[in-house]
């Protein structure tokens, strides 16, 4: 008894002085639901999952006062093809610059180290991403890993990742040489691609994103940004993917064009978005999945997003041409 109260009493202390530290917490939810109509008219309902590549459920951050560490914690969609599979990541990131300055050490980079489980597996691209096409798709085969990123101001940044158990590595670098240019590039070894093959051998990936707007001083945003997979298997022919993106927008209203080709199979999509007050946005969209299936995937579809409390609620209908309709509805949090 004596034991089980002791155990109570410094579980209670710890409770007690997480929650009165001074730490800070951000992290985002997402929760809703599809109905899915065919083209013979059989309706299905199914859980909201997050767009694109970005298979994030729930995430929390955490991280202290004085920038020392953040530790991560998210819900993953691992798959979706046998009944859906989910996962939590964590990870933990030490800003080793400022946990030596505590010692008056004073470093001339910016050092950081992370480690973690489903975390860490990318490198950073400068592609802009307007549409989360890329989000981060590109990186090693490993459920466990550790990444080493070191930067000098804007000019150039370093990031080393790898996994030993695994027997995979990845070496990036990206820099800003002229305000409103940014160049990345790196190279991973058994790896996955943001195009959606895995197991790859070796993999050379190059994007880059020049600000228009910034660099002829205009009165609007327009930029153009590109990035590009380079796939090198043994014993089978070289793979390039490609995604290139024209954006811009004036006062409330933006946009993009997208456009991404592999394994030649071409694909496009044009979203515009315009911001009716604060809290309401209204989006329309254009997809058409290959060039030479026009008439099958050719897609439209709507967005309505309206903030109330902090909460956002996303209404998304989409027809695609010959096929089926979805009607998305789901809230998202972020704090």
């Known amino acids: 008894m004596k034991k089980l109260v002791l155990t109570l009493t410094v579980l209670a202390l ?10 800070n917490l951000s992290g985002r939810f997402e929760g809703g639901y599809v109905l899915t109509v065919d083209k013979d008219g059989n309706a299905t309902y199914a859980p909201k999952h997050s767009a694109n590549n970005d298979a994030r459920i729930a995430a929390l951050s955490l991280s202290d006062e004085n920038n020392l560490w ?5 819900l993953d969609k691992e798959s979706v093809t046998n009944g859906d599979t989910y996962s939590w990541g964590a990870d933990l990131t030490v800003n080793l610059t400022n946990v030596f300055a505590t010692k008056d050490i004073k470093l001339p980079v910016d050092l950081s180290y992370k480690i973690g489980r489903n975390a860490s597996t990318t490198l950073t691209s400068v592609y802009k991403d ?3 096409s890329y989000d981060g798709g590109t990186g090693i085969e490993s459920k ?6 070191i930067a000098y101001d804007k000019l150039v940044a370093v990031e080393v990742i790898g996994d030993p158990i695994s027997k995979t590595v990845g070496v990036g670098v990206n820099s800003t040489p002229v305000e409103g240019v940014k160049v990345s590039a790196a190279y991973l070894h058994n790896a996955k ?3 959606g093959v895995t197991g790859v051998n070796n993999i050379i990936s190059l994007a880059t994103d020049v600000n228009v707007a910034k660099l002829a001083k205009l009165d ?7 990035y590009t997979d380079i796939l090198l298997n043994k014993n089978a022919d070289a793979k390039f993917g490609v995604l290139a993106e024209v954006y811009g927008g004036y006062k ?4 993009y064009v997208e456009y991404k080709n592999f394994n030649n199979v071409n694909w496009m999509k044009a979203s515009a978005s315009y911001k009716v007050i604060d809290d309401l946005t209204l989006s329309a969209a254009y997809t058409l999945g290959d060039f030479s299936k026009a ?6 579809s709507a967005g309505v997003v309206y903030k109330l409390g902090g909460v956002e609620y996303h209404v998304e209908p989409a027809y695609t041409f010959n096929g089926s309709f979805t009607l998305p509805v789901y809230v998202r949090l972020n704090f």
């Open 14 to 23: 710890a409770v007690t002085t997480l929650v009165a530290a001074p730490f």
């Open 70 to 74: 953040t530790l991560g914690l998210r």
């Open 130 to 132: 307007s549409n989360s």
């Open 144 to 149: 466990y890993s550790s990444k080493v990123a």
């Open 193 to 195: 691609s943001a195009f």
């Open 220 to 226: 609007f945003d327009l930029g153009i940004s590109a």
């Open 252 to 255: 409330a209203i933006s946009g």
């Open 295 to 300: 008439d099958t995937t050719s897609k439209i």
